[in-house]
């Protein structure tokens, strides 16, 4: 995996020099954060928000991340893509979230195909469409969309064929991957988290401390792994239409096997997504749905399964400078075992307003309130029921 993202890194760098037009930018991004008493998951608890009080209620600022992104255009029909990241808790100093390589030839027809490989996300979010898989109305994405940065990196090969009308456009995706088998390990052992801390491709995830092997204090997994040896694959289906909005599906299966094991086991994950994008008079409307499992083997009697499901609306508004945007998240675990008491449920709310004066700063200002049940709190001392509350102050500088 390492070795074809610093590939395509690679090819960037070395076809900027003669390419025939060159894109790109970045962003420093700044937070003041005050939250609730909760450990974060990002230090080993059971807490639903991105910054955790670790014990205590309190303020702090945070570097959230930096981050340059660079299009090289190559040839008419060839573009090479990266995006590099510093963020202060990621293992290495600098980081990719996405590098990849994209032939699409040019059409003069309704039809319209492509190709691309590398490294990057599914096409599955309604809401992270900005630079650095961000989102334009919040600073902190959906429990469906905190997971997908957390676990799911496409690292293969993407087929896409598109069919454009007057007024409605009809795209089918299908894509061969490797290295996401131990995608679900988080769900699994942690549950939802709402969280816009992205895992770069050679980070480490975090899992809580509960889940570490005995004479451990801390429990970490590598989320971008080959395991199996077998290729996993996506396919979805997309229409949108230039007044009604648009219309994502999308099918995903790691295919591992979840008995293989290689320093961790493969996590067989799948599961279906369906979104929507419309707009009611003024309001964009964003709400996704997701539903799936998660499984290993250890033994072949001895199976650990856990179904997930999720789901948001989120209503956004526009006015001059200014963005408002509240969103609703449903969310659910089911541990089909009796070793650990690992399921869960919970809803979140979050309310943002975002000013953006000039294309160089955007301040946000965040609500997020996290109402979850889990009895795996137990193990901490702590209630199963809780609710974590984030507030932060963003101070978004693009370049």
């Known amino acids: 995996m390492r070795a074809a993202s610093l590939l395509v890194a690679a090819s960037l760098l070395g076809g900027a020099a003669g390419a025939q037009d060159l894109s790109g930018g970045g962003y420093v991004d700044l937070r003041f954060s005050n939250n609730s008493a909760e450990r974060a998951a990002i230090d080993g608890g059971l807490g639903k928000t991105r910054y955790g009080g670790n014990g205590s209620d309190g303020n702090s600022f945070h570097l959230a991340e930096a981050a340059l992104y660079g299009n090289a255009q190559l040839t008419e029909d060839l573009l090479v893509f990266a995006d590099i990241r510093y963020e202060p808790s990621q293992r290495t100093a600098v980081d990719l979230l996405e590098s990849y390589i994209r032939?699409?030839?040019?059409s003069m027809s309704r039809w319209r195909w492509s190709v691309k490989a590398g490294a990057f996300f599914p096409p599955v979010s309604e809401e992270n469409t900005a630079p650095g898989w961000t989102s334009p109305w919040t600073l902190t994405p959906s429990?469906?969309?905190?997971?997908?940065?957390?676990?799911?990196?496409?690292?293969?090969?993407?087929?896409?064929v598109e069919w454009r009308g007057d007024s409605?456009?009809?795209?089918?995706?299908?894509?061969?991957?490797?290295?996401?088998?131990?995608?679900?390990?988080a769900l699994a052992d942690g549950g939802w988290i709402l969280t816009d801390r992205i895992t770069g491709l050679f980070d480490r995830l975090r899992l809580?401390?509960?889940?570490?092997f005995p004479g451990h204090t801390a429990s970490w997994r590598e989320p971008f792994a080959e395991i199996d040896n077998k290729p996993g694959y996506y396919a979805g289906l997309s229409w949108k239409h230039e007044d009604w909005g648009r219309l994502d599906l999308l099918y995903y299966d790691n295919e591992a096997d979840p008995s293989a094991y290689d320093h961790e086991y493969?996590?067989?994950?799948?599961?279906?997504?369906?979104?929507?994008?419309?707009?009611?008079?003024?309001?964009v409307v964003l709400s996704q749905m997701m539903t799936g499992s998660t499984e290993i083997r250890p033994e072949e009697d001895d199976s650990y399964t856990t179904d997930f499901q999720a789901a948001y609306l989120l209503l956004g508004y526009r006015f001059g400078e200014w963005r408002v945007a509240v969103r609703g998240d449903v969310f659910a675990t089911q541990a089909q075992n009796d070793d650990a008491p690992l399921s869960e449920h919970g809803t979140a709310e979050t309310l943002a307003v975002s000013w953006q004066p000039s294309e160089y700063m955007r301040l946000t200002l965040e609500g997020l309130r996290v109402d979850s049940f889990r009895t795996q709190r137990l193990q901490y001392g702590l209630s199963p029921g809780q609710v974590d509350h984030q507030v932060q102050l963003g101070a978004k500088f693009m370049f």
């Open 103 to 106: 032939y699409r030839p040019l």
């Open 143 to 160: 429990a469906i969309n905190s997971w997908v940065g957390e676990e799911l990196r496409i690292i293969g090969a993407e087929a896409k």
């Open 168 to 185: 409605d456009r009809l795209e089918a995706v299908a894509a061969l991957y490797g290295w996401n088998d131990p995608a679900g390990v």
């Open 208 to 212: 809580p401390n509960a889940v570490a």
């Open 266 to 283: 493969a996590w067989h994950t799948k599961f279906f997504s369906a979104g929507v994008q419309t707009n009611i008079g003024d309001v």
